[in-house]
Structure formats: C-alpha cells, structure tokens
C-alpha cells in the first residue's frame, strides 16, 4: 500500500466513523487534493464535510481552531508546512495553549497536517523542516509518519487525539509502498502517539531518524552491517512526545548514538535526543554522539548543491563508523 | 438623552410613585414586565441593509436589570483599579470601564446557546455570560478558585457550558475564531448564533478579512461586533485606519453603526443582527463606545486623549448614568433606591474580595496538569 493510500484510507475511515470530523483547506476537495491524499472524499462525504478553501491560512487556521473549540474534529491541510507560518499563532496561541489556559475548560481536537521538509527542487521557501518548532510547544503532539503503517496508525490515532496534532508528511514517501498486514488494514488500528519503533534490531550503534530519513537509515543499515557493524535503526513515529525511554533502552545496549534529520542542524530534533541521552545515559556512552542534519543554509535550487544541503546514506555510514572508533581520517570531521 | 414615549394610558399606572414601604436593602423595586418603548439616543446607520427601528421594546424589570448589571461591572472594575495598584493584580489588567452597555445590551438579546468570543478586555463579558465576582477575583489574583484555576489570568476567562469562548491575548485573534464557532454552530443544525468582539485597533488584521470572506461565502453565522472606543492603545483611529468607518469595512458584508453608550440600542442591533445572520450569512456592527480607563492599567490613558474628553463622555454619554434617568423618568424607582443598589453591589463586590484574597494559591502540582486532555502531563519532559 502506498503511503498516499494509507493517508486517504485512513481519513475516510475516520470520517465515515465519527460525523464531527470534517476536513479542510486548500484544494483538497474538487482538486482531489494538491497531492491526492485526499482523492474522493468530497464525493463520499459531500462539500459540507469536505471544504475548499481560499489560500488564506491565518483565515482558515483560525476558523478551523474555533470549530474545534465547539467540539467539532477538523483536519486543516496545509499544502506544505511553510505555510503553516502563515497561521502559526492559532497553531501555538490558539491551539496549543487553550487547554492549558482555560485549565481543562477548551479543549482543541483538531489535526494539522502537510507535508514537511524538503522535497525536490522546490527552493528555499519551500523546503524546511517545521518539527524542531512545533515539537519545542507543550500542548501539541507532534507525529511524523515513515512507512504507510506508520501512516495509517498515526493518522488514525491523530484525529481520535482529544488535543492539537502536528501531522508531518513527506511529499516524496507519499508514492512509496510499504507491505502491510491485515491488522494494519483493519478499521480499527491505531498505534499509539509518543512511542517510537525499532525498525532493525542491532548492538553496535543506535540510529534515530524519522519521516524519509527512516530510509536512508535502514540502508545505511545495510552498508554497515556488511562491514561488520550492526546498527539498530529506531523510526521515532512521534516528535512530541519524544520515546525517551526506547532512544536511552538502546542507546544504553549499543553505546553509541547517530541522530538524523533532515531539517538545520541548530537546536533540532538530534540537539534535544543528545542531551537527552546525556542526561540519562551519560555513563553508557562510548563515544560522543553524532549529529546528522541537513546543511545550515537555505535550500538552494541547484541540484548538486541541493544534494549537499541534505543527508546522504554515505553521511549517516561515515557517522556511524566514527562512533565505532572506525573513520578513515581524523581530519574528515571537519 | 433618550426620549421616551409611552405607548398608552395603561402605562400612566408606571407613573405612580412607589410606595415607601421598608428601608429594607434587598426589596425588589419594579418587577413588572409591562411592555415600555423607548426610543434610541440617535438613529442606526446602516451599510447595505435596512436599519431596525429606533423604538425599543423593554420593561422595567429589564431596565432595571441592566442598571444593577452595569453597576456590578462598573463597581468591579473600578475595584480591580484598586486591586492592581496593591499589586494583588500582576500583569496585564484591560479594564471595561465605559463600555459596559455592549455586554449588557448584548445579553439582553440572546441565550447561552448563542456564543461570544473576545480579546482580552473581558472581565465583564465573562461577568455577563454568567460568571461569578469571586471566580473573576479568584483568577485575576491567580487563586485556585478563579475560572481558570488561576493559570490564565485577566486575559483568559473562559466559561464553555454559557457560550462564552475567551478571552485571547492576540489582537484580532479571537474573529477567526468567531467565525470556527458559528461554522461548528451551522455544521451542527443548532438556530444559534456567535458574536465575535473586537477593538478599532483589531479591526485592520489581515484575518478578519481572511475570516469575513470565508464566512460570507459559506454563509456563517457570524456577527463581527467592532467595539470602537476609538483608541488602538495609543493611536486614535484615525492614525491607524484610512477607513475608520468600521461598520462599512466588510465592504459586500452589511453593517449597522449603533451608539454602544446606550444599551437599548445595543440590544436592539444585536436582536436584528442575530436575525439577519441566520438567514443571511455575515453582518458588521460597529458600537461607538468609550472606554475611561488606558488600555491597560500599564498606561495612564491621558497622554494622547485629553482629560475633558474623557470626562466630557463621562457627562454626556455614560449607559449607567443614561438608564439611571430612563429609570427616574419613568418613575420605576426612586433615586434613594437606585443608590441603596449601588450600595448593596458595592457590598457585593467588596465580599467577593475579600473572600478572594484569602483564598489559597494553585498546588504546585497544578503546574503540570491541563497541558494536554489524554496523557503526557509531566512525563513528556521530566525534569
């Protein structure tokens, strides 16, 4: 299953079981959605649950937020995050606080979601990575799906969520296919919001990374393991809350950690896993941990220097050989 | 002055005196429901629509009410000025003082089903959708026993089971969230209404016009109610607005200007408003008010008006002192009586303090709670 159908499978069943949720933004309905995650749910559900609407984020944002506040379940799509700049203060102000400030009174079940980080070619406005933002705000969940059981669980689990949740696709996994169980197809799976998943077991070193960057760890996984280094591969699945325990668990067995991301390496997403594994594993560590992110510039436009600007698998190997005493050259981590 | 004309002769029974029966500071004076039409001080302006009448429908028991309610406003208030130079108030304090007559008028024209939502001057908004003076202490001196448990402040009341949705400290915020309310009310087949309340200063933001546009096109029903005290904090409106005639800013959408210094005429826009918008999507009321106090208990509120505007508005155009003559000239009480209410509410309000200020602090572990509804109060980030 494509993760593009686990996406739109996932919302329709959760539409059809519960009337309050409702889905919104721009293109979504007669467009068949800007990337077709949402392909035939206008025609199933009709234009009062499925809405288009005008590029007007804060707009749209807020009157999404307000609805949710009522007690209806909106989905508000951005056609990327960068948009979702546009509307950040019903996300952070509106949404994520309300909770908190009314103590218990307003309560905001909404679903945001996009896709996140970088896709190809599309130039700096429209290639960041939103999770270090929105996973730094307490009263948000964040959840950034790999795989499309990954995709189908989480969304699941999203829109049921009583609070806030940040939804970060990646435009470039949505054509990809996964192998899924019959569980995974069922109705009634979800998988539960703030634990990650160890994706290949191993001893030597621990990988974290989440969205694409799953699979460039997994086959970085691979390279390594034929050179004798077995690296267990952990998909976060869930930015905020952040699986504490299972990142030290195997950081505590493999003694070494590689963090990756995609997004600017300042105070991201490997930035908080570092001094978390510092702060509880501090005497379990071999080597010191190392950071994978994308470059600290602006996308920019250029394909080769667009693949610069990114990690590659080769990144993430040589990585993990340093943590293993294993680099070729002192001098290459400069 | 608001003229009055008395519908009939039956209404010369209202003209006699009230017996002077006990001093007792709790004897009901008018109860009575009679009907009353009393016209507005001015006429509405209307944009792109037909104006209501300027002949109000009321009783005394209404007027009466609005007196008492007004009173209770503005006594706290006041008390809150009090309270915040102590120090028992920390932070941001925005004050209603003057513009009580919109809340007032406003309630007397719908239910709780109905919702309103506003920024953050809205202690008496709260006050008005049913909340308590203690809950209002309570939270404005973080006490546990405020509406927010204390963990808001002065700028987050909520009170969900009347309609009353904030309270939000962003200016211009609070409309597309207006707008959010009045879709969930139209998505779920309710009749009822949401009026969403903001400043002359609020009424630039990009996403009220963003919001506006959404709501005319998918028919909401949704009344944007422009309090224009005519100050942005500092910068009158004619520095901040090319366009300051706020009712007629939503251009396609209608509006109604309405002196927000007369509660009747308050009630009476907001009952025509309510009817419009569900059958026909959006309106604009603009309420020309006036607020006594700074924006904020931070600013003196003298260095860009001057005082003899102020106390010009105090003299000409103050509801209380408006209904209070509507009340004498209608012989529905006498004046010793209105004053014993005011004492009585002064009473009220002193109480209410009191019993607040030696009320305890939120527990420390009242930190954590509330973050989220489902799960992740203190493990999400231990310390």
């Keep these: 299953m494509t993760v593009r159908d686990a996406l739109n499978s996932a919302i329709d069943e959760e539409m059809s079981a519960d009337p309050k949720v409702f889905l919104m933004g721009e293109e979504v309905g007669e467009y068949q959605g800007a990337y077709k995650i949402t392909k035939g749910l206008l025609e ?28 209806l379940k909106p989905i508000v799509e951005f056609m990327t995050f960068n948009f979702s700049m546009q509307a950040i203060d019903h996300i952070i ?53 790999y795989s499309s059981e990954d995709a189908r669980g989480l969304m699941k689990a999203a829109i049921r969520d009583p609070d806030p949740v940040v939804f970060l696709e990646n435009e470039l996994l949505y054509g990809e296919s996964f192998p899924v169980s019959a569980e995974v197809l069922d109705s009634s799976f979800c998988l ?8 290949r077991e191993g001893k030597d070193v621990t990988i974290t990374a989440f969205s694409k960057m799953v699979g460039y760890a997994l086959k970085a996984a691979e390279i390594l393991s034929k050179e004798g280094i077995s690296a267990e591969v952990i998909n976060l699945r869930s930015i905020r809350p952040l699986d504490r325990a299972t990142i030290n668990n195997s950081v505590r067995k493999t003694n070494r950690l590689v963090t990756v991301e ?53 990144d993430i190997v040589r990585a993990a050989k340093r943590t293993c005493y294993r680099s070729s050259s002192l001098a290459a981590t400069a | 002055m608001a003229l009055s004309h008395l519908s009939s002769t039956r209404s010369n029974r209202l003209l006699r005196p009230l017996a002077a029966a006990a001093s007792s500071l709790c004897r009901p004076i008018s109860t009575s429901t ?10 509405f302006t209307p944009h792109k629509c037909e104006p209501p009448s300027r002949s109000v429908e009321t009783n005394p028991q209404e007027l009466l009410t609005f007196f008492r309610d007004m009173a209770t406003m503005r006594r706290m208030e006041i008390a809150a000025d009090s309270l915040y130079k102590a120090k028992l108030i920390r932070g941001f304090c925005h004050l209603y003082d003057g513009q009580e007559a919109v809340c007032v008028g406003m309630e007397a024209s719908i239910n709780k089903k109905d919702c309103i939502i506003t920024a953050y001057r809205d202690h008496c908004t709260f006050l008005g959708r049913g909340g308590t003076l203690l809950e209002i202490f309570s939270e404005l001196m973080g006490r546990q026993g405020g509406c927010s448990k204390g963990k808001g402040g002065s700028m987050h009341f909520y009170k969900k089971e009347s309609g009353f949705y904030g309270g939000h400290g962003i200016v211009g915020a609070q409309v597309p969230l207006g707008c959010g309310l009045a879709f969930a009310q ?57 366009s300051p005639s706020y009712y007629k800013r939503g251009d396609y959408v209608p509006g109604l200007k309405v002196d927000g210094m007369d509660v009747l005429a308050v009630k009476q826009a907001c009952k025509f408003a309510k009817e419009h918008v569900l059958k026909n999507g959006p309106i604009i009321l603009e309420m020309d008010t006036y607020r006594y106090h700074g924006h904020s208990m931070s600013d003196p ?37 209105l004053k014993d209410i005011e004492k009585e509410i002064r009473k009220e309000v002193d109480e209410a303090i009191a019993k607040a200020k030696v009320s305890p602090m939120p527990e420390p572990s009242e930190l954590f709670t509330n973050v989220y509804v489902k799960g992740f109060g203190t493990e999400v980030f231990h310390s």
């Design chain 1, 44 to 71: 199933k559900y009709g234009p009062d649950r499925v809405l288009d609407t005008p590029i007007t984020e804060a707009g749209f944002t807020g009157i999404g937020v307000g609805a949710a506040y009522h007690g």
């Design chain 2, 301 to 337: 509120g003298s260095t860009y008006r001057t005082r003899d505007e102020i106390s010009g508005v105090r003299q000409e155009r103050d509801p209380i002192e408006r209904v209070r003559k509507l009340v004498l000239g209608h012989d529905l009480a006498t004046e010793k009586e």
């Design chain 2, 186 to 242: 139209k998505y779920n087949k309710d009749e009822n209404v949401t009026f969403a309340l903001y400043g002359d200063g609020a009424a630039n933001q990009g996403q009220l016009f963003e919001a506006l546009n959404i709501s005319a096109l998918w028919d909401l029903p949704i009344i944007l109610v422009c309090e224009n005290n005519h100050y942005g904090m500092g910068t009158a409106e004619w520095r901040a607005a090319k």
């Design chain 1, 192 to 199: 539960p919001i703030g634990k990650a998943k160890i994706e």
């Design chain 2, 34 to 43: 009679e009907p009353l039409v009393i016209e507005t001080s001015i006429p």
């Design chain 1, 93 to 145: 102000n509106s949404a994520a606080k309300s909770n908190y400030m009314s103590a218990g009174q307003i309560s905001v079940p909404i679903v945001f979601r996009g896709p996140n980080g970088a896709a190809a070619g599309v130039g700096a406005q429209h290639s960041q990575c939103y999770a270090p933002w929105f996973a730094s705000c307490p009263g948000l969940k964040v959840l950034a799906p």
């Design chain 1, 262 to 314: 995609e997004g600017f390496p300042q105070h991201g997403i490997g930035a908080e896993i570092c001094a978390s594994v510092v702060e509880d594993s501090f005497e379990y560590l071999d080597a010191a941990i190392e950071r994978i992110a994308g470059a600290d510039v602006p996308m920019p436009y250029a394909a080769n220097l667009e693949r610069l600007a990114v990690p590659q698998v080769e």
